[in-house]
Structure formats: C-alpha cells, structure tokens
C-alpha cells in the first residue's frame, strides 16, 4: 500500500532558489528514505533518515523528520537545472523495513 | 560495488502474449530482490519480493509473477499479457550490509498493445 504522501504535487522554482517538498505517512516508521527519479529512469537513493533522527543534511538537501507529526520534509538549496526529477518519499516499517512505501511523488521543475 | 541489471529496456508486446523481465544483481550476496510497477505519474507499487532463492511473496493479486532461480538473479513473468499490464517495471535490491537502502534498476518500458 502507499503510505508515504508528497505534497505539492508539482513545483516550479528558479534557478539558485529553494525547493521544500513534505512527505506525510500514516503508521509507525523505522527509516524514511528519498528518492530522486529523472524522467524515464530508475530512481536513485538521495537520503536515509531514521526514526530515532531529526535532521540529516547530504550536500545541498537537508531532510528533518518530526515522528510525532509523521512528517518529513525535504529541501533543496541552490537549486539547479539538472535538479528538475521527481522526488519520492519512502517508508519502511517496524520489522519490516526491507518494503518500502512510496508516495506518488513532487515533480520539481527548476527553470534557468 | 554492487550494481543491478535489468533488460530489456523496452518491450512492445501484443495482449495475450508471455513477458519475461530479468535482472541480476552483482556484487553483494543474500540480497533481498523486489519488483516495483510505476504508473505514468505516479507512484511505485510493490509487487513482488523476495528474501531469498525460491521464496517470493506477492503483495498484490495480478496476472503477473515471479520467480528467483538464483540467489542475485529476479524475474518477472507472465503467461497473458493485458493491457493494463502497461507500465514501468522496476528491480531492485536490498541488504543489511548496505542498510537496508533499496537500490534500483534502470526500469523497463512495458507497453501491451
């Protein structure tokens, strides 16, 4: 079942400007994971976070995780051209954490 | 490193005709191995994984299935396609050494005509 949810839908942002996409999820949670997917192609892991973590940063993203809420959010600083993708939310459960859930997605377009 | 391979890349194939999907994985051992289908924007719906050789679990009824003939090696199947079996199929695979991160393949473009 898809548990995880992004919101928005879709974003549309400058070059060199921030993008923030939210992810909401139903249950408890081990880890949540995101997920970058460039049109047509596999997706490519960006970030782990687990449950017992607020904030994680790699490179330009910073991911926080507020468990109390079942939220995530996702941000991408400075963002550039070759940033526009899909981006996915996905949880893995207690005791479960080798299936992933995935939302439906935020389709980001960063526009030069 | 461990790297996962997937083909074909694209298939046109007639409803009611067989599928066969493969993909192996390399580089790590006892992987986990899942099937995943994306609907044109949307989301990623699992459909098969497996724990091991021979073990497959469905996670939801379709006309497809699956089978892991060895250990890094997942393939999906069906004997009649349907056309709402269109879509972007996707392997992946897991391990606790690799924390549990699922890592995916390149997908493949299925289109039932």
């Known amino acids: 079942s898809q548990q995880g949810e992004e919101d928005p839908q879709a974003l549309s942002i400058q070059e060199g400007e921030n993008a923030t996409m939210n992810c909401s999820y139903k249950?408890?949670?081990?880890?949540l994971q995101w997920y970058r997917q460039n049109s047509g192609r596999g997706l490519v892991h960006l970030i782990l976070?687990?449950?017992?973590?607020r904030e994680k940063h790699s490179g330009r993203l910073r991911v926080t995780l507020d468990t109390s809420k079942k939220s995530s959010s996702l941000l991408i600083t400075a963002s550039r051209a070759a940033d526009t993708a899909s981006y996915f939310c996905?949880?893995?459960?207690?005791?479960?954490?080798?299936?992933?859930?995935f939302g439906a997605g935020t389709t980001v377009t960063v526009r030069a | 490193s461990q790297t996962i391979h997937q083909w074909p890349a694209t298939l046109v194939q007639p409803v009611g005709s067989p599928l066969s999907l493969e993909c192996t994985v390399e580089?790590?051992?006892?992987?986990?191995l899942y099937w995943y289908r994306q609907a044109a924007g949307r989301g990623l719906q699992l459909l098969f994984y497996?724990?091991?050789?021979?073990?497959i679990s469905s996670e939801v009824p379709q006309n497809l299935s699956a089978s892991r003939p060895q250990d890094r090696q997942f393939i999906l199947s069906s004997k009649k396609l349907l056309l709402s079996d269109s879509g972007f199929y996707l392997c992946?695979?897991?391990?606790?050494?690799?924390?549990?991160?699922?890592?995916f393949g390149e997908g493949s473009w299925l289109t039932v005509v």
């Open positions: 992946a695979w897991s391990a606790v050494i690799a924390g549990n991160t699922i890592y």
């Open positions: 249950t408890s949670i081990n880890n």
């Open positions: 976070i687990r449950s017992n973590e």
């Open positions: 996905a949880t893995g459960a207690w005791g479960n954490d080798y299936k992933l859930s």
């Open positions: 580089g790590t051992s006892n992987p986990n």
């Open positions: 497996s724990v091991g050789i021979g073990q």
